[in-house]
């Protein structure tokens, strides 16, 4: 009888512990246990972060020094775009072994602590109630923890789809303020036209072939060897060493911060192209210091012929003579007292291109010009020729052109239709060379120094009416002009030429007051 009473009793205090402090006691312990669970959450994403005294950060990928066959370039990428996802993943991998460790780790110690003893051992209603506790805060734990992981997976797909946003608005910003400035990149060697070039890192030199806003960078982008580079012309990416995004040959310093002018010089093979060239860098320097312009030698390949040529002209007044390859474009950055800055490329590619129409075809800078400069060498003209006597044929005959000016014209206009030029929104300017070897003829003929003088006298005097209405029908504007190369002791160029470079200036938007 007492043993029953006993039991009876015992049973009543179980239930009345279940009923009453039970369901307090598996609350609490369910809190504790999805603390427990939370806190070993981040702690392992601190982790996973680099953080705290045991950090286990995911290896970053390590960039190519140099870019890659796949296009891989040597940078690192920006955080959003891969290593983000690769960290949420990594915390996971790291989470989920500790939070089986710490529920597995519980109930070993609450079965070793409350279980075990026998039915009537007072510990065990208290390990059900932990039990319990255990399992609700397990599961309570997860479900807050796959909430915190929902939405860090949401912020950073808000935050990726930010930064896209971002990059292709930034993308377009500085496309349009490029294009509203005219601004497009010609590469001096092979031609082609862009808006981005290749920029070499300052740091280790490597090589980056598209900085703008992406999966390298919004703003600005890590080189493999750590050096930030900025990814856009608006933020300073001019500053960099740039070099053609297809043949990678060097171009113009701080290209890209000015709009640029292309400046095809042709004539036949002796007419007098790269000498009057030279003469005309001389004349614009000497009109750009008179006017207060800015004039500035754009690369080191045209510092390195200027000074050449000018050794070479002023030394011993001759001139080498182009050789026969693709040209490469001698630029300058010219800023009037008012008006913007613009980058000009002068080519004159040697005249025995325009003897061949196959090789005519490799010159695709006359593709982008809107102003050519054709050079006649009235030598050439044999209605000229036969008028000068024995001594001065002798004495002329080495500097004499090897073509007349009507095939080379014809020639090269054939050509630039074949290019697909619209010739009829261009403008020819027609420049009469070698006028002191001729001014005899000159006097004799009463040519003045006019347009229309010149044209007159080419067309009633030497017979090239054929050659000037091709022109007039293949070009929008011809003009002419009558010059001489010839620079005086004291180093100054003849005013024709001085004429001749303002006008040509001036009609590209560089208005120089002389």
């Known amino acids: 009888m007492g043993t029953l009473i006993l039991l009876v009793f015992g049973a009543w205090l179980v239930i009345m512990f279940f009923a009453i402090p039970g369901p307090f006691i598996t609350a609490a312990a369910a809190l504790y246990f999805a603390g427990l669970l939370v806190v070993a959450y981040f702690q392992e994403f601190g982790r996973a972060m680099g953080l705290g005294p045991n950090p286990a950060a995911a290896a970053a990928d390590r960039p190519p020094s140099r870019r890659t066959e796949d296009g891989r370039e040597p940078a690192y990428r920006q955080y959003l775009f891969r290593q983000a996802g690769r960290d949420l993943r990594h915390t996971h991998r790291l989470v989920w072994p500790r939070l089986v460790a710490i529920a597995t780790g519980r109930r070993r110690q609450l ?23 255990l399992l609700v805060g397990t599961l309570l734990g997860l479900t ?70 992406g999966r390298y960078g919004v703003v600005r982008r890590i080189c493999a060897c750590g050096e930030r580079l900025p990814t856009l012309l608006l933020l300073g990416s001019h500053r960099m060493k740039a070099f053609c995004a297809h043949c990678e040959a060097p171009l113009a310093d701080r290209v890209g911060t000015s709009a640029e002018v292309v400046l095809p010089v042709f004539g036949a093979a002796g007419a007098g192209k790269t000498r009057l060239m030279i003469v005309i860098m001389m004349a614009v320097d000497a009109i750009a210091r008179r006017s207060d312009a800015t004039l500035q ?144 003829l000159l006097s004799a003929d009463g040519v003045e120094d006019s347009n229309e003088a010149v044209e007159r006298w080419l067309d009633e005097n030497l017979q090239q009416g054929n050659m000037l209405r091709a022109m007039r029908h293949a070009f929008g504007e011809v003009s002419f002009f009558l010059t001489t190369s010839v620079v005086s002791d004291d180093h100054q160029v003849d005013d024709s030429v001085e004429r001749l470079t303002s006008w040509t200036l001036a009609r590209q938007g560089l208005r120089l007051s002389g």
């Not at 070793?112 to 319990?132: K, S, T």
């Not at 000074?307 to 040209?327: F, Y």
């Open 144 to 213: 807050v923890i796959s909430l915190v992981a929902a939405a860090q997976g949401v912020v950073l797909l808000g935050v990726g789809l930010v930064a896209f946003l971002g990059i292709y608005l930034l993308r377009g910003v500085d496309t349009v303020l490029l294009w509203i400035r005219g601004v497009r990149i010609t590469c001096p060697a092979c031609y082609r036209r862009g808006f981005y070039p290749v920029y070499e890192c300052r740091n280790c030199t490597a090589r980056h072939h598209d900085v703008r806003p």
């Open 297 to 440: 030698l754009a690369d080191e390949d045209t510092r390195r012929w200027d000074t050449q040529a000018r050794r070479e002209l002023l030394g011993s007044d001759n001139v080498a003579k182009t050789r026969i390859r693709l040209p490469r474009a001698y630029s300058i950055y010219l800023k009037p007292r008012r008006g913007g800055r613009r980058l000009v490329h002068v080519f004159d590619p040697a005249g025995e291109y325009f003897n061949e129409s196959d090789r005519l075809q490799e010159l695709q800078f006359l593709r982008l010009a809107s102003t050519f400069l054709f050079i006649v060498d009235p030598l050439s003209i044999d209605g000229l020729w036969s008028r000068l006597d024995r001594r001065d044929q002798d004495r002329n005959r080495s500097i004499r052109a090897r073509r007349e000016p009507e095939f080379v014209f014809a020639q090269t206009v054939q050509n630039l239709e074949a290019m697909g030029v619209r010739t009829r929104k261009s403008r020819l300017v027609v420049v009469v060379s070698k006028r002191d070897l001729i001014s005899r």
């Open 111 to 133: 079965k070793n602590a409350f279980f075990g003893y026998g039915p009537m051992d007072w510990r065990w209603p208290i390990g059900v109630v932990l039990i319990v506790g």
